[in-house]
């Protein structure tokens, strides 16, 4: 591990010291290349049975509608803010202790039960590559938002070095995937194509990329102005990306003029967990960011069930996957759906299994006979 671990650092100290121009930007993309290699080494080991990977040894049970994952260093006030939030928002605080971590409880909150992760080293453990912190940077990647608690008084440091940690990991935070196409080919060669302006990218730096990872014959198309990261980020394939928060804590410590600095920054909630100052802010940041979708259930003949939604995410929220979240054998019943809301003209409105719901629509499965 130290041997991939010093590979690393000689690489970073070499792109620290090549100058950033047209000349050397294939350069560049190959060394980009090299280290993304390596920290995947380093995230998950070649194991010998051809297994393993980045999420061995993952022990948290996910529980609830979703995750969200708390980081930070030592002593920015996680811990309190995770009690407030457990203790202000929660009939059950339930402490399950696991080798991993500690997961301080599930917040229900306008009817979805979201599981809180406090994540503990992700900064101390990850980057030496102990196997701690390769657990503790698998959990964080299955996190469906992930809050960066900073203490108000040295945000801007702790918050570029925790970036370039879960960056170094393949975690993109607030980014959606590269509009980009790729495709391996048997022969051919490189193939390159852009449909905008490329200030980044020439064939020489996308040979160099494809080159150092023995890619020869290969189509890649751009819709957009990618960087050499973009083109590593899609071969590589094992991207996640997430949702962030910047969570500003300690804001009682600090002057109405440092607030107003603090608030251009995107993304950002300023809370104080001691003095519970804007939790119910960061509560409502956190359901946006989330991007569930409540869905409720109406039997024949009854009045529908406002106390218990379905909760569904912003990616699969049709009829079927509703079906499928009540019971995977629903599905075989089906006739159609009836359904009252904003994702239909009528109400109620006869629609199929591939209708796509909204979020507080009222839905009742009508079954085969």
């Known amino acids: 591990?130290?041997?991939?671990?010093?590979?690393?650092?000689?690489i970073e100290d070499e792109m620290a010291k090549t100058q950033k121009n047209k000349a050397t930007s294939?350069?560049?993309?190959?060394?980009?290349?090299?280290l993304a290699k390596l920290r995947r080494d380093l995230l998950a080991p070649p194991s010998k049975g051809g297994g393993g990977g980045?999420?061995?040894g993952f022990d948290v049970t996910k529980s609830g509608d979703s995750r969200v994952g708390l980081v930070g260093f030592p002593s920015v006030g996680k811990s309190t803010l995770l009690n407030k939030l457990t203790g202000t928002f929660s009939e059950v605080a339930s402490y399950e202790f696991t080798t991993l971590t500690c997961i301080p409880g599930v917040i229900t909150y306008r009817g979805a039960k979201i599981q809180l992760l406090d994540l503990p080293g992700i900064i101390e453990g990850a980057k030496d590559g102990k196997g701690r912190g390769r657990q503790v940077i698998s959990t964080a990647r299955t996190c469906n938002c992930i809050l960066i608690v900073l203490d108000a008084i040295k945000p801007i440091t702790h918050k570029r070095l925790i970036e370039k940690e879960l960056e170094g990991f393949g975690i993109r935070l607030n980014k959606e995937p590269p509009n980009m196409a790729f495709r391996r080919k048997e022969k051919g060669g490189i193939n390159f194509t852009s449909t905008v302006a490329n200030t980044h990218l020439d064939l020489e730096t996308v040979k160099a990329i494809c080159g150092e990872y023995r890619i020869h014959n290969a189509d890649v198309s751009l819709r957009f102005d990618a960087t050499a990261d973009d083109l590593i980020d899609v071969i590589e394939g094992s991207r996640v990306y997430i949702p962030c928060i910047y969570v500003v804590n300690k804001i009682?410590?600090?002057?109405?003029?440092?607030?107003?600095?603090?608030?251009?920054l995107p993304h950002y909630c300023p809370v104080s967990a001691h003095l519970e100052w804007n939790l119910d802010g960061l509560l409502d940041k956190i359901w946006e960011y989330l991007d569930l979708t409540r869905i409720y259930t109406k039997p024949k003949g009854m009045n529908p069930d406002y106390e218990d939604p379905v909760i569904l995410s912003s990616k699969k929220r049709t009829v079927e996957d509703f079906c499928i979240r009540i019971h995977k054998d629903m599905l075989k019943q089906f006739k159609y759906a009836l359904v009252w809301g904003s994702s239909v003209k009528h109400k109620p409105q006869r629609v199929g299994r591939e209708h796509e719901l909204e979020d507080e629509d009222v839905v009742q499965i009508i079954k085969k006979v």
């Open 1 to 10: 591990m130290a041997t991939v671990m010093q590979k690393i650092k000689d």
């Open 26 to 34: 294939h350069h560049l993309g190959t060394l980009k290349a090299k």
């Open 54 to 56: 980045a999420g061995e």
């Open 252 to 264: 009682d410590q600090i002057t109405l003029e440092e607030l107003e600095i603090l608030d251009k």
